[in-house]
């Protein structure tokens, strides 16, 4: 058992965009390229395999660089909460969405090749917003298109059944580049490769609601069949599958954002930690040193102060005093996984529960 995964922040990317700006981290680092060249890049790092506590530990061990360079920069330490971290955390990966940003080129091969040709009409290369037709009406992103065509799958079937095609699955990246085709006006929406998160939240509801739980519940769960996957992976998913879902409920653009949103974060794995290991860390790494004794003034560790987006808030709040007392202590930082993140929790966890 481990609180630390239990109860995961849900993040919205749309928000971590704007922070990333306004709490100054754009001045070193970039996403995908774009941002400062000082410090690595946090779309590449936070890569789809990256889990929150896997990006708290990255930032806990290079975490003295990092300050001593805003301090020789005099920038201002940013003081990020929780919610905002998980806002950026959802940035960072959502920025990794596609192998590469759509492309209308590719997208327009894409439309002859699935035969969409064969049912619409495309807009004319560099047709104006007006001339645009009427079946296309901005699409901010790929999910966006991918929740109209799953409000119009009943009678595509059909038509197709009556064309003998076969039903056009699509891999994200398609569906990336056949919004980039299809996107109208062309300047509508977030900048092509990024896609907006919804927060996880509400997602839980809504899959009862719609009915998505009748079916994909027990043998049919989707619970644990996923890793590594995106938002629109997950909106492309229920495109491919959804000739089998017969008793589909048609959804909104939100709610489709919501549903794979959910899914998204349900796949971040929740590994218990260790308790009997943490305690040995807890020695080992030096924690034990000044967090058990009230006189160094740090202050009692609870399991929750190491849960990953609560660590990485306090991490720009009170790491640099932590750090200088270690300095001063003729110490070097300590460094640690994200496996000994989970099992230092673990630990502490059990201290709680025993009341010591
Ligand atoms: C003054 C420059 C600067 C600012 C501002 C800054 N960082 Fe950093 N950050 C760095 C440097 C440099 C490193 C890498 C240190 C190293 O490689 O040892 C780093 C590392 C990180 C890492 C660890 C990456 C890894 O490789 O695991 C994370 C996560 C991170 N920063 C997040 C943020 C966030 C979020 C903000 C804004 C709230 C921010 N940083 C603001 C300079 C900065
Ligand atoms: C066999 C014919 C056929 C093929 C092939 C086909 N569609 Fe459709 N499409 C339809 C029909 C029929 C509708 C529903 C129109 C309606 O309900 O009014 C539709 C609706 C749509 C809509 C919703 C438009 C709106 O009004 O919101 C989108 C988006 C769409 N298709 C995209 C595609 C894409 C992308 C492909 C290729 C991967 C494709 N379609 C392949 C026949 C087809
Ligand atoms: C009538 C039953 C039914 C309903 C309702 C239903 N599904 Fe499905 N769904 C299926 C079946 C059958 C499959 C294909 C077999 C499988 O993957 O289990 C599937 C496949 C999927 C997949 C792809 C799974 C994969 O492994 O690639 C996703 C994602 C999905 N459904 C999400 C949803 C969501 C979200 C809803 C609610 C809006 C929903 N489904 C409603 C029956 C249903
Ligand atoms: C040299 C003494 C020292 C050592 C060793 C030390 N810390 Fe700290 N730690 C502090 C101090 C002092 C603070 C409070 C800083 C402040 O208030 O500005 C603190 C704060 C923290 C906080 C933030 C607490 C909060 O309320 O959010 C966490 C989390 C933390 N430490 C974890 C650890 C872990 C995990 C280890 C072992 C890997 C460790 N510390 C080792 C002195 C230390």
């Known amino acids: 058992m481990s609180c630390l995964a239990a109860e995961q922040i849900a993040g ?11 709490l100054g981290c754009v001045a070193c680092h970039s996403v995908d ?17 990256q889990t929150p506590t896997g990006m708290a530990a990255g930032m806990w061990n290079r ?27 959802a940035y960072f990966y959502s920025a990794r969405y596609f192998d590469k940003p759509g492309d209308a080129q590719r997208g327009r091969k894409i439309f002859y090749w699935k035969r969409c040709a064969d049912c619409h009409r495309l807009p004319a290369a560099g047709a104006s ?24 799958a009943g009678p595509m079937r059909e038509a197709m059944a009556r064309k003998r095609i076969a039903w056009p699955e ?27 998160l919804a927060s996880g939240q509400p997602g839980d509801r809504l899959f009862e609601l719609r009915g998505c739980r009748n079916c994909h519940s027990g043998p049919r769960s989707l619970r644990g069949r996923f890793s590594g996957r995106t938002i629109a992976d997950f909106s492309v998913a229920m495109w491919n599958s959804a000739p089998e879902m017969a008793r589909r409920a048609s959804l909104n653009y ?6 794979a949103g959910l899914l998204w974060q349900q796949q971040i794995p929740e590994v218990a930690g260790k308790a009997a290991r943490g305690r040995e860390l807890f020695a080992s790494k030096g924690c034990a040193d000044c967090h058990t004794r009230t006189l160094t003034g740090a202050p009692r560790l609870a399991a929750h102060r190491l849960q990953a987006f609560v660590l990485m808030a306090a991490l720009f709040r009170y790491g640099p005093n932590m750090h200088k007392k270690l300095a001063a202590a003729g110490k070097p930082w300590p460094r640690l996984n994200g496996n000994d993140l989970l099992d230092l929790a673990a630990h502490l966890n059990r201290n709680a529960l025993s009341g010591r």
Do not use: C
Not at 40 to 48: E, F, T, Y
Not at 129 to 152: C, S
């Open 170 to 196: 699509l891999s994200a990246q398609e569906a990336a580049d056949l919004h980039a085709l299809l996107r109208a006006p062309p300047e509508s929406g977030p900048p092509a490769g990024e896609l907006p």
């Open 254 to 259: 939100g709610e489709m954002r919501q549903l």
């Open 63 to 89: 975490g003295p660089v990092m300050w001593s360079l805003i301090t020789k920069r005099r920038l201002v330490l940013p003081e990020p909460d929780q919610q905002q971290m998980a806002d950026l955390y």
């Open 12 to 22: 919205d990317a749309d928000r971590g965009r704007e922070l990333f700006r306004s």
């Open 33 to 49: 390229g774009q941002g400062g060249g000082y410090a690595p890049d946090l779309a590449k790092r936070i890569g789809r395999d």
């Open 129 to 152: 917003p007006a001339a645009w037709p009427a079946q296309w009406p901005p699409l901010p992103d790929a999910v966006a298109l991918i929740e109209r065509m799953w409000n119009h």
